[in-house]
Structures are given as structure tokens and as C-alpha cells.
């Protein structure tokens, strides 16, 4: 809560009035000193509810809350597919891989992702074979990966 009217309307939608007039709750660092008595009253009232239920509640009552996701939940989001969180490039065996692009999105600097990072030892003949020190690796019996 960042100000006593988020707070009241916490109190409201957990219908505990009562807290609002709590001397101990009465400012952010009093809530934040004795958020161990409060956390179990959250507690109890959010487990009566879905999470995306709980978050409905709370934003129409002017809380800012969100559903907390998984990752799977999140990558596959309507609004990580709307700001193009995730892109599919093609593997060189020819299947599809979804991966994260620039998490940041500039109008005049377009960013993203250009292209996958190396198969296990598909460079190894390029750094064996231009590196100094890996050249003499590999006239010592140090042999690229197949």
C-alpha cells in the first residue's frame, strides 16, 4: 500500500473496516512494522478466491494488484504476445523455437533477436581453426566436436 486511501480500500474489500482505524496500521511504516498481523488476514480472504478473481476485486476497489503468474503462464500472456515478448526461429534440424526478444521496444532503434545461439560444438572447427591459442590446442590432439 503507498497511501492511507489504498489501504482503506484494502480494508474494504477483505470486509475489515476495523483496520482501517487500527492505530498500529495507521501509516505505511506502521503497516509495513507490523505486516506480520496482517498478512495472515490477506492471507485467509485470498485463498477464498481464484487469483484472477482476487485481482479484479482489488483493481476495481483502486489496489493495484496482479495475478501472479508461472512462467509458462506469462510467456503465453495476451500481453506478452502483444509487446512481442517471445519470437520463433527456425533450429537448423528445421523445428520451430520460441525465444525471449529484447525485453525493451524503441521506436526508432528496432532490436530483437537475429538469429540462435550455437548447436553444441557447431563452431569448434572456426575457433579451433582461427584461435591462436586454441590452433595449438588442436595440433595436440584437440579435434573438433562432430
Known amino acids: 500500500m503507498t497511501n492511507g486511501g489504498e489501504w482503506a480500500a484494502l480494508c474494504s ?3 475489515r473496516p476495523d483496520l482501517v482505524s487500527e492505530p498500529r ?19 485467509e ?3 477464498q478466491h481464484e487469483r484472477y ?8 476497489a483502486g489496489v493495484p494488484a496482479g495475478a501472479v503468474l508461472d512462467q509458462d503462464e506469462a510467456l503465453s500472456s495476451p ?3 502483444s509487446r512481442g515478448f517471445l519470437t520463433t526461429l527456425t533450429r537448423p534440424d528445421g523445428k520451430q523455437q520460441p525465444y525471449i526478444n529484447m525485453r525493451v521496444q524503441f521506436s526508432r ?10 548447436l553444441l560444438g557447431e563452431h569448434n572447427s572456426y575457433v579451433l581453426g582461427n ?3 586454441c590452433h595449438a590446442k588442436s595440433k595436440n590432439g584437440l579435434k573438433p566436436a562432430v
Open 45 to 47: 480472504w485470498t485463498l
Open 131 to 133: 584461435s591462436s591459442v
Open 79 to 81: 500481453q506478452a504476445k
Open 13 to 15: 474489500v477483505l470486509d
Open 25 to 43: 496500521f495507521q501509516c505505511n511504516a506502521g503497516r509495513h512494522l507490523h505486516q506480520d498481523s496482517i498478512d495472515p488476514i490477506i492471507e
Open 109 to 118: 532503434t528496432p532490436a530483437g533477436v537475429r538469429g540462435q545461439g550455437p
Open 53 to 60: 478473481q482476487a485481482m479484479a476485486f482489488l483493481q476495481a
